[in-house]
């Protein structure tokens, strides 16, 4: 990998901490691997709760200053540390294309997506404004100001190495806030990378740390028990949100929470059934269905529903699975043999149910975690598609006959983080986008991601807003004064 890269020094191997390039205390490590090829790219440290406790301490230390700075003179680094991330977008893009699979013009676009974060951020951190209320007496006068919450911990999964990221920390850093952030222990040198960045770009020592770490769960206790955290935020399972919240109980902690979707994705008869079919490709297949806003369970009304199928088999079967790092490539490897194995049970059990392969289904020829695009048709709401995330290349394609069936069988989950349809009739569509139990509603597009909108679920699909000038509301506390004259 590191010959490839025009600038090698962004493929760092230490964590960062406080500041520093630093090995674990105990010199502990573990091993970053391709899942394309399945060879380690390196071995990075496995730091533990030593550690992270003096990046908090650091965090806290450091933002004193940098709170204090003017929103311009913080944007003004950001602005470089975009900049920065836009010049190395090709480095960047490959070693997130080692360590996570995805093809390289994804990951390039990935890159371009998560440096819209620094940006955009970055600009909103002159823009913190309070708010003056009139007065309850006539003595009084009332002012609201907000101010950074405090040292965040963030904990992000694999299949947005660097965007998840910083989702988190463009906030965060931009309002005044440290952050200590833990990357998934399948990409951390994405994370890396941005840090050797961000510290090129002038970031204070401290304002963010990188600890790497293959134990999890002790990270998420520092974080919930250290005293100086003051917000926890967290992308990845609902079940692990569920553990983080319990925990960050003790102490009251603010929690953002990105977590699971199960997206329904629905077509009806009067949709444009190619453009239906373009979007369901790109949001089923985009990332090799491995992200919380993946179309999960496609509904497609009766009258349309052969027609839609066979479309979507042929476009299915023009996917070219491969090594991302190679030319063409439009679907990598999944990210382990847990991810197909999820896939597996959920095929087998939509065909005992009585649903049929129409395209994929199996293990790619190419062998590791490799799997074929896959379309399953004659699915129902009894099938374990229906209700689990599948993560994976599995378009799952239901009949439904009518408006109010369809939108009460999409809102029947614990779920509510995105969901789309195709429609052309305008009060249908008002009715369908107003009925939608969902955090995110795409019409007539499968592509909803940008950093000027607010991206996130309720229900159980979480807890807060990531993007727009919303995303700055997680990172800040509000204070009241009341002045009498
Ligand atoms: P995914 O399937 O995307 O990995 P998870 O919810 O399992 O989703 O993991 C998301 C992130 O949370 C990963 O970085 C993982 O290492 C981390 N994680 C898993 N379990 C815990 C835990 N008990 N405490 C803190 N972090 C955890």
Redesign the pocket.
Known sequence: LKSLLKDPSLLATKAYVAGEWIDADDGATFEVTNPARGDVICSVPDLSRAETARAIEAAQVAMKDWAARTGKERAAIMRKWFELMMANQEDLALILTAEMGKPLPEARGEIAYGASFIEWFGEEAKRIYGETIPGHMRDKRIQVIKQPIGVVGS?????FPNAMITRKAGPAIAVGCGFVC?????TPLSALAMAVLGERAGLPKGIMSVVTS?R??????E?CENHAVRKLT????????R??LR?AADQVMKCSME??GNAPFIVFDDADLDAAVEGAMMSKFRNNGQTCVCANRIYVQAGVYDAFAEKLAAAVRKLNVGDGLNEGITTGPL?SDK?VAKVEEHIADALKGGGKVVAGGVRHALGGTFFEPTVVTGVTQDMKVANEET?GPVAPLFRFETEEEVVEKANATIFGLASYFYARDIGRITRVQEGLEYGIVGVNTGIISTEVAPFGGVKQSGLGREGSHHGCEDYLEMKYICLSI
């Open positions: 904990i992000t999964p694999w299949n833990r990357p998934a222990s399948e293959s999890a769960s002790d990270i998420g206790k974080f967290f992308t990845g399972s609902t079940e692990v949100g553990i983080l925990q977590l699971g990210i991810a993560f």
